[in-house]
């Protein structure tokens, strides 16, 4: 049996946009909430975390609303028209408070201030290369303090940034009301769109199925990621609607080829089809779709908690790294940080397939094990990147962490999806994002704690690694989740795309 390539893409563009999204809002809100409106790492890390609150109750209920209901245009589709045009429309009405905002501060003397302090900072860097290269050490000292003054200049603009948000607090009471109103857009399809894959895919396809999805959301988050160099959104102080207009045109676009093209319940009723015929040529395997409800046994319940104890753990890890990179590569190294995660996503869309077709020969445990190795290395690698090290060498530690990602990515939402019984797909894409939602509540909590104590100069990839290195450990006891392994070739798997 083969996976229909074509089939796939065209579903994959609900997660296309869902991508395209995150990856601008990750990228501008932290930035925004720390520059605009002065909040401390900490309290930027909470209302960060807010979606990912909403999310944990959320993603389960709509996941399941949606196993339930049955409409002309499918059970999930109606959930993804909604909430793409309710979130676009939000989005796109955020930006005009921040603008309201950035007027405030432009009209003071924090601009010149941030840029004086910059240029102070860039001094002190300059001194340290100097210095290191002569072996100068009562030079190096000396530009240590300077970075700390660097340092306590940043902060003090910080503070007067805040001083203007208090004054009038009535802008940011607005954004983070909006907000809320953009992340519960959000999580009306969320699960519903990833619960589709697995509705149009019977069960040993699904990890190929998987990548392909994957493949489609990495192409959203390029695509945004190239406007954020078009509109160079690595600028501190700088309006984001047309920005954020660009977008929402890109998901609206991806909306619309899904509406047009998707046709959810034919293809659902051919894929108990397919099932069916996969139970008649080996009546041993565990493919059915139609399985009536039961409970786990209790290897497969513990093998289920394990498996979503590693998406929390690996997601802390991840998150910290993608939900403040913009901040942390602006500020503390001095680097674009959109062409740096163009370069993670590329590696990530060459690896997808290839991890897809070699997890159904090595199994989704091992090949999971090999990706947490690949990530938690380059975060390590990542520990002794500075200012003073040229910005391309950035870039192989993050083609490293790009397949890694898509490593463990292909294969994890099908291990939790693969326990799935009685047509509760939508009910267990849930339970996976419950996992990941709820350790993205706190990651950027945790770790924005941690760098306004210890400095996120020094926390920054050392939180990341710890935690990635943490889910080896659950996910090396699983046992459960794995497909059958696949009998075909490789090259014949990869080239057997059938069409409508």
Known sequence: MKLNYKRTILVGFAFFLISAFWQAYDAIVPLILTNHFGLSQGWSGAVMSIDNVLAVFLLPIFGAISDKISTKWGK??????????????????????????????????????YEAADAFRDKAYEMMSEARAAGDAAKIDAAYVMLEQADEMFIDIAEKTFEITAANILPLVGFIVLLLIVLISMAIFRSPAVALMPDVTVKPLRSKGNAIINLMGTAGGIIVLVLGMVFATSKIYMQYSWYVVAVCSVMLVGLAIFIFTVKENLWATEMLQDTKKLEESDPVSDNSANEAKRSLSKPELISLMLILASVALWYIGYNSITSKYSVYATRELGFDYNLTLIIAQAAAVIAYIPVGIISSKLGRRKTILAGIIMLASAFFIGNFITPLIPEFVMYPVFILAGIGWATINVNSFPMVVELARGGDVGKYTGYYYTASMAAQIVAPNLSGILYDVFGMRNVFFAFGTVFVALSFVTMFFVKHGDAKPEKQGALEALAGAEDD
């Open 76 to 113: 999930r589709t109606p959930f993804i028209f909604i909430g793409t045009i309710l979130a676009v429309v939000a989005f796109i009405t955020l930006t005009f408070i921040d603008n309201y905002q950035l007027s405030a501060v432009m009209g003071t003397d924090i601009p010149s201030l």
